[in-house]
């Protein structure tokens, strides 16, 4: 696994509960919808322009500045001030997931050389669980991440819990200490919390390929959603439920749905260009 914890945030209790109750009550930004299943949304507090409605990741030159939602995170900004090196952050943005996933992909497909992604999260559980290609772990609250975004991930909370992470986005190009506002703020020595899965018998992946005798326009997505999921409790990698997709759509004989897969799975992992958006 690529993604790895680079070190760790101390909240102060108090004053993270407060600011989780803001971040609840910001709206948030329906872009990216196309990656996910469930509930899954995304807030801008700070990007290349300060505008609330710019929210289309991009590369750019120059500090990132916040956006009228970002300025009033007042906790959150003490916090990315304190903590990381300012001149190097381009994006800082809220993912918040409930009774949802984010679809395995890749990030940066549709950009030049995407940036240094870094997610903290603020508000989280057991039931909250992130993936990349054979794992499947759990980020505690305050661990600051690097997450390989070139790498196929996955993230979801399937269960009822809010989960909030912090996510920033670097330049690209400069070594993990220099994201650190003090250099010595580079830990890499925490253990991942990773979670075991048990393996994935014949009967059961049976069981998900005679889904092409049920498959249909209407609950193509739903069959989705569970093909996403298994991989959060099954010793399988993240990516599998593209093969059994496109299998499935395959032996239904139906060509719209092989299409669909097939579209599918090269937007999220092969090929994607700037601002597309995949029907779904
Ligand atoms: C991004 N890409 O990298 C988006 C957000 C999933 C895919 C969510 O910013
Ligand atoms: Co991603």
């Avoid at 409605?53 to 300025?71: F, I, N, Q, V």
């Avoid at 952050?89 to 984010?102: A, E, P, S, Y």
């Avoid at 253990?191 to 005679?210: C, G, N, V």
């Amino acid at each position: 696994m690529n993604s790895m914890i680079l070190g760790k945030i101390n909240f102060v209790e108090e004053s993270l509960e407060k600011e989780v109750k803001e971040i609840l009550k910001l709206k948030f930004s329906q872009n990216y919808s196309d990656f996910s299943i469930g509930e899954w949304k995304t807030c801008i507090l700070w990007n290349g322009t300060g505008f609330q409605e710019d929210s289309t990741l991009k590369e750019y030159k120059g500090k990132a500045r916040p956006t009228e939602l970002g300025k009033q995170l007042k906790y959150i900004n003490y916090i990315i001030h304190n903590t990381f090196n300012h001149d190097c952050i381009r994006w800082v943005r809220i993912f918040l997931v409930r009774k949802g996933l984010i679809i395995p992909h890749k990030d940066y497909l549709e950009l030049k050389e995407g940036f240094i992604r870094v997610h903290i999260p603020l508000q989280t559980d057991l039931t909250c669980l992130h993936s990349e290609g054979d794992q499947v772990y759990h980020m505690r609250k305050g661990e600051i991440w690097f997450l390989d975004g070139n790498q196929p991930h996955s993230a979801c909370s399937l269960a009822d819990t809010t989960r909030i992470s912090l996510c920033i986005d670097f330049k690209c190009g400069i070594p993990f200490e220099e994201i650190f506002k003090d250099p010595k703020e580079f830990n890499p020595s925490i253990d991942p919390y990773i979670i075991e899965r048990p393996y994935i018998h014949k009967e059961y992946e049976t069981a998900l390929q005679s889904l092409s005798h049920i498959i249909r326009e209407d609950n193509f997505d739903e069959i989705l959603s569970i093909l996403a999921k298994v991989h959060f409790f099954k010793q399988v990698n993240a990516l599998s439920m593209y093969n059994w997709l496109i299998d499935i759509t395959q032996k239904s004989g139906n060509n719209y749905l092989i299409e669909k897969a097939l579209k599918m799975k090269s937007f999220f992992i092969g090929e994607r260009k700037f601002e597309e958006v995949l029907a779904r």
